[in-house]
């Protein structure tokens, strides 16, 4: 059983279009976090829900729009898709003070 | 606000020889420390951690990172590495005391490829 799952795995996309990703957690933690793996292989956070609220929003453009139907679902709707938004695109999720995070198995969104 | 820093953005090295992946951090407030592997076309995992206690911390493939203070470090080492262990190696930082939602900074990578 995955801990931590997304989908798609790859997706291919033209520039312009609208996509979404989806992200699932069975562990029962409060937080769920994206991070952004660029091309340099540079992670960096985007967004962070507490029991879907909210909390961390990293100037991330806001063609980037998070949603937290549940607190073990975060998924990620991106709009008008740029050649730059080309990354892996990670979600993973946290329980308790700063204990280790666990992570997806990414996201490889190529726009083209 | 912290920030991370990884010295080698490449280590080639050969199998069975030791290693050593440098990681320093900035930190104005105190901090848990992590490192994560990434191989080939995979996603993070944990490999070892500090939170507190001991500043040496092993993981159980035969790494191991001592944190130290004083130097804002938390140097990764194995005494004798495999081809296996050929991999994207990122040291993180964060907050102990829940800032930012304990988000994890990392560093830009090590990429450590070990050759026969």
């Known amino acids: 059983d995955t801990a931590v799952s997304q989908t798609p795995k790859y997706l291919v996309t033209q520039m312009g279009n609208d996509k979404s990703i989806k992200c699932e957690q069975n562990?029962?933690?409060?937080?769920m976090y994206w991070y952004k793996q660029d091309s340099k292989k540079f992670l960096k956070i985007m967004f962070s829900?507490?029991?879907?609220?909210?909390?961390i929003n990293e100037t991330v453009p806001n063609r980037f729009s998070p949603k937290s139907p549940d607190k073990a679902h975060l998924n990620l709707h991106i709009n008008s898709l740029e050649l730059g938004d080309s990354a892996v695109y990670f979600c993973?999720?946290?329980?308790?003070?700063?204990?280790?995070?666990?992570f997806g198995s990414g996201t490889r969104l190529t726009v083209v | 606000a912290q920030s991370v820093t990884q010295l080698d953005s490449q280590v080639p090295v050969f199998e069975e020889a030791p290693v050593e992946l440098r990681c320093n951090y900035s930190?104005?407030?105190?901090?848990?420390l992590f490192w994560y592997v990434q191989y080939p076309n995979q996603g993070l995992q944990l490999l070892l951690k500090?939170?507190?206690?001991?500043?040496l911390v092993e993981s159980i493939n035969g790494f191991e990172a001592e944190f130290n203070k004083s130097q804002t470090s938390f140097h990764l080492r194995k005494p004798s590495v495999h081809i296996s262990d050929t991999a994207e190696y990122f040291c993180?930082?964060?907050?102990?005391?829940?800032?930012?939602?304990?988000?994890?900074?990392f560093g830009k990578g090590t990429l450590l490829t070990v050759n026969p």
């Open positions: 993973a999720s946290r329980q308790g003070q700063g204990t280790s995070y666990t």
């Open positions: 562990l029962g933690h409060d937080t």
């Open positions: 829900y507490n029991n879907k609220e909210l909390i």
């Open positions: 930190s104005s407030v105190s901090v848990y």
């Open positions: 500090y939170l507190s206690g001991s500043t």
């Open positions: 993180a930082v964060t907050s102990n005391s829940g800032g930012s939602n304990y988000k994890l900074t």
